[in-house]
């Protein structure tokens, strides 16, 4: 297993930046951010929010966030997730394990997250149309556990870095 050298420190929560002088012309920064699984208004959101600050890794969802271009503040997020979250049949599917239609979404970040984080490293390819292209290919039959969020920031990791099973990496050194 590789190590989990691409985090700044062993319990970095806030995002790492590089350094524009690091950067190089085409060599956008990838970064892997989490954030609180979605769910119903009232209660249930309530408690997804609540295990989130807790930091239990396997409810919290992550994605991949791109920065073409680490002098400036603007980002791209692309994240792959049930078409409907918050809809009752999707909790139900989610805890039996049935295949959902999921959707992958791509959005513009003004800003990077300020927690959980994790600068993992640069590509040195075009990472936007790499990602477009990754997301265009990937199926979006959804299983928790089986083919989720997770499955997708590893392999569009890999596509733009290298690096291989960075969520596996990230746990270990997150917890230690």
Known sequence: MASATFLASPRATGASLPSP??????????YVAAVPLR?????PQMLMSAVYLLGVWE??????????DPSQSQAIVFDFQPQDPENFHTVLAVLTQRHIPG????????RMPKTRCWFIGFSDTDSVHV??????????????G?????????GLVECLTGKQQVLSNLRLTSSS
């Open 59 to 68: 409810l919290q969802h992550f994605m991949v966030v791109i920065k073409p």
């Open 39 to 43: 769910a119903a208004k009232g209660p």
């Open 21 to 30: 002088k690091d950067q190089g012309k085409s060599r956008a920064a990838v």
């Open 131 to 144: 990602a477009n292209k990754f997301s265009e290919d990937w199926s979006t039959d959804l299983t928790v």
């Open 103 to 110: 959707v992958i979404l791509k959005r513009m970040l003004r």
């Open 146 to 154: 089986r083919h989720d969020c997770r499955h997708f920031t590893n």
